[in-house]
């Protein structure tokens, strides 16, 4: 079902979609869902034993599982409307036993380095050279294969079975609280400072393509210096899925930082760990042309909204915090040889963009 999502049934109507592979997942899910509730299966949760109340409390104490499940911890997944997908003995059977089905992306890797160093985590990307995982402390680690001893995808997640750690009580107890579950809390990842001050920005954001109106393009931060560069790491890496030039400079608000991809997609990451929040993603007609690449250069930010200037002339405005597109004007009709790919500059209360018309064919 994933590969007919992904790649479309050829030969008919249905396309493939250009879709992420967790959002076919999600996809799956929900299909799995309607499937049951027209087996007249029940959805979620059924009625039964347990307290709730002390549930909470294990999940969050004793039992560790809020360390995995929340909708910011990163090892598990968000459990925060369990009891709306799942069923009791669904719930159960994962607690006690959770290495009966482990879905691909929370299979646990583990590597053992040349000079002696073991860990496991959750495999993030691998290619011919290296390999990216992120460790049980949600520290993201890269390894050259060349230094890797051993690495293995095992067929196991890295919770830990709680069948002998919990009494059938407890047990009971988690499922009654997982089960109280049903709606999705307000997203907590993207925190609000409303209106980022174009005019004296906060030395920690990045609010024009050029860090503010005199263009200086320098920062204000004094944290890294000619004497500490030595001691920098790599924090989090995140790859586009594309290989075309990148000439984009990414804003940084309020710790999340909005990254264009050519040729005219948008990603807002989270700045300290490079998860992504949400993205846009556009398709460019065939026919658009663009002398030098379909690069993009940026988006502008004013308030809420992020502007975004497309390789087929538009002038598209999107909501800084879930990626809605607010609005979307052509500024010029592309077939004719016109492109934007430069990042627009928000003025008062307006956003500038220039238009590039076709010169070099
Ligand atoms: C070290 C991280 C970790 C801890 C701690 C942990 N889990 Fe998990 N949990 C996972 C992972 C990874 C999965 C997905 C793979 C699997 O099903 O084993 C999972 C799956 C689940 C599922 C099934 C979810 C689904 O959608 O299929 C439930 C329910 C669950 N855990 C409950 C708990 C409870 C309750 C606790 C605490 C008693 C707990 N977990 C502790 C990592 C963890």
Redesign the pocket.
């Known amino acids: 079902m994933f590969r007919t999502i992904a790649d479309g049934v050829p030969g008919t109507e249905m396309s493939g979609h250009w879709l992420e592979e967790d959002e076919i997942w999600k996809i799956l899910s929900f299909v799995r869902v309607l499937e049951r509730s027209a087996a007249g299966s029940p959805v979620g949760c059924e009625a039964g034993p347990g307290d709730a109340a002390r549930g909470k409390t ?2 969050s104490g004793k ?3 809020a ?3 929340t909708r910011v911890a990163r ?3 968000d ?1 925060s409307v ?1 009891g709306a997908t ?1 069923t009791r003995a669904y ?1 159960r059977e ?2 006690v036993n ?2 009966q ?3 691909a992306q ?1 299979r646990a890797t583990r590597v053992r380095t040349k000079a002696g160093e073991s860990l496991r985590g959750l495999l993030l990307n691998q290619d011919e050279y290296s390999v990216h995982l992120m460790d ?1 402390r949600e520290r993201i680690r890269s390894f050259a294969r060349s230094e890797l001893a051993e690495f293995a995808v095992l067929n196991e ?4 079975s ?1 069948g002998k750690a ?1 009494t059938p009580g407890e047990t009971d107890d ?1 499922v009654a609280y ?1 089960c109280t579950l049903r709606t999705a809390p307000p997203a907590t990842n993207v925190s609000s400072t409303g209106t980022p001050d174009l005019l004296r920005p906060d030395p920690r954001d990045w609010v024009t393509y050029s860090g503010n109106y005199a263009s200086h393009r320098h920062s204000g931060l004094k944290q890294i210096t000619p004497a500490n560069t030595s001691r920098l790491q790599l924090k989090w890496m995140w790859q586009a899925k594309i290989a075309e030039k990148f000439e984009t400079t990414p804003l940084v608000i309020d710790g999340t930082m909005y990254v264009t991809v050519p040729p005219s997609d948008v990603y807002a990451l989270d700045a300290s760990t490079g998860v992504k929040l949400w993205e846009y993603r556009r398709r460019i007609p065939p026919k658009s042309q663009v002398c030098c690449g379909q690069v993009n250069r940026g988006v502008a930010v004013l308030g809420d909204r992020l502007f975004l200037a497309t390789v087929d002339a538009h002038a598209v405005a999107l909501d800084r915090k879930t990626g809605r597109v607010l609005w979307d004007t052509e500024m010029i009709d592309y077939r004719a040889g016109y492109s934007a790919t430069h990042a627009p500059l928000v003025v008062k209360a307006f956003q500038h963009s220039g238009i590039r018309s076709l010169e070099f064919t």
């Not at 997640?157 to 830990?160: D, F, I």
């Open positions: 294990l999940f039992g560790g599982c360390g995995c499940h090892l598990g997944p459990l369990a799942h719930l994962s607690i959770p290495n089905e482990v879905a929370y049980q997640s890295l919770m830990p709680f919990l988690l997982l």
